[in-house]
């Protein structure tokens, strides 16, 4: 009646005081943890409080959502095509370092890749501008971009109306400006989402062991980018001393005491292992029942029985399912073999604004995406005369 049992996901409620506010799925809950800001509904929330299949939020009218509420419509990175990628990115580092002709460097993609030479100009150009500000990190150098907001950034976002309709496009006030205090480092570490998001999780709590205080994380299949205070940067020595592979998985278990996907991972943990019955003599029990029980049974077996098999079977799978903490270890075994660059860097450069754009898309999702696109293109741009002409 139960063998086999494959738990399902449903929706979770949120509640913004009395009001039910919409609807989240459960995989997007478990990515959270006390105190994130996000955006549902037209409004800017902050987690307060988990229940069964419902979760209790807080208005943050003016603050900047800590968290994406949507990852994009992409496929993760498979560990095979990261490889090819550094390697491309390898090889046309050494072209460009050695000055070869752009036509010549399209012409040996054309060649090599069987690509179009309109991809092939693309993939030059990209590169191109990356240098003009950077670097481009290699098999051999590992890249940390530091990018500080100007406090005179002319970027304006906007806050919809307090509505129970959805907000229109552009409608509502200014919502804020860039955050002169808050320090973007970006590390350019190409092993796919997963592994990214298990090592972005590792290194902001050591980062808040070290120097205190919470670091804001995106993540990317191309690397991550922690959002710190000032008193929480770092050089890069420091930044070195943080990128070991002692105590990844202790570390990591810490780092998710204070998250939700251990709890949510665990209902589903439950049900397979029949501590949880989906079904009873004579009935089927609802969703609600299934996840209240898996609740009840979690906060018993964490505060009294922290060893529990099932409850090490949630842990194990949230790291290295929901997370790759296999990969993460091997790119930090062999992260102190190449050389280290931290470069300051005026404006988002093209490597990071993928990951930027993670971090400010609830904010762009009140103006035109494209608009939203041209305007970081035309502020990079504007950077760019101010220390060469641009590439062609």
């Known amino acids: 009646m139960n063998i086999g049992t494959i738990a399902s996901e449903g929706a979770v409620r949120v509640y913004l005081g009395t009001r039910r506010l919409g609807e989240v799925e459960e995989s997007f809950v478990k990515n959270l943890k006390y105190g994130d800001i996000f955006v549902l509904a037209g409004r800017t929330v902050r987690l307060v409080e988990t229940g069964v299949m419902e979760i209790t939020v807080e208005a943050a009218d003016g603050r900047l959502p800590t968290v994406p509420s949507w990852n994009a419509n992409k496929m993760p990175l498979a560990s095979g095509l990261a490889q090819e990628v550094t390697r491309l990115r390898t090889r046309l580092a050494a072209r460009l370092e050695a000055n070869e002709p752009p036509a010549a460097t399209s012409d040996w993609l054309v060649e090599d890749y069987l690509i179009s030479s309109v991809n092939a100009d693309a993939i030059v150009k990209h590169c191109r501008n990356q240098c003009r500000f950077s670097a481009i990190p290699t098999d051999s150098l590992f890249l940390i971009e530091l990018y500080r907001e100007p406090e005179d950034d002319g970027e304006e976002f906007r806050e919809p109306e307090p509505s129970l309709m959805p907000p229109k496009r552009g409608a509502g006030r200014a919502m804020r400006k860039p955050d002169p205090e808050r320090c973007h480092f970006f590390f ?48 890069l020595e ?23 996907l251990v709890k949510w991972q665990f209902r589903g943990v439950a049900q397979t292992g029949l501590m949880v019955p989906r079904n009873l003599p004579g009935a089927e029990r609802r969703l609600k029942q299934l996840r209240w029980s898996g609740e009840i049974l979690f906060q018993v077996l964490s505060k009294h029985e922290p060893d529990h098999p099932l409850l090490e079977q949630a842990i194990r799978e949230a790291t290295h399912v929901f997370l790759d903490l296999p990969r993460a270890a091997q790119f930090l075994a062999g992260a102190h073999q190449m050389q280290w660059q931290l470069i300051e860097v005026p404006v988002v450069t093209p490597f990071s604004f993928g990951i930027y ?7 762009m999702l009140l103006e035109d995406p494209e608009e939203a696109i041209e305007r970081l293109w035309k502020k990079f741009e504007k950077a760019g005369h101010r220390h060469e002409e641009p590439l062609e």
Request: net charge negative.
């Open 188 to 235: 350019h570490s190409l092993i796919g989402r997963s592994a990214n998001d298990a090592l972005s999780r590792i290194i902001a709590h050591r980062v808040k062991e070290a120097v205190g205080g919470n670091a804001l994380v995106t993540i990317d299949d191309y690397g991550f980018l922690l959002s710190v205070r000032q008193f929480q940067e770092l050089g």
């Open 238 to 260: 420091e930044w070195r001393d943080l990128f070991h592979a002692d105590n990844l998985e202790a570390d990591l278990r810490s780092a998710l005491a204070e998250s939700q």
């Open 357 to 363: 754009a993670s971090k400010i898309k609830e904010s």
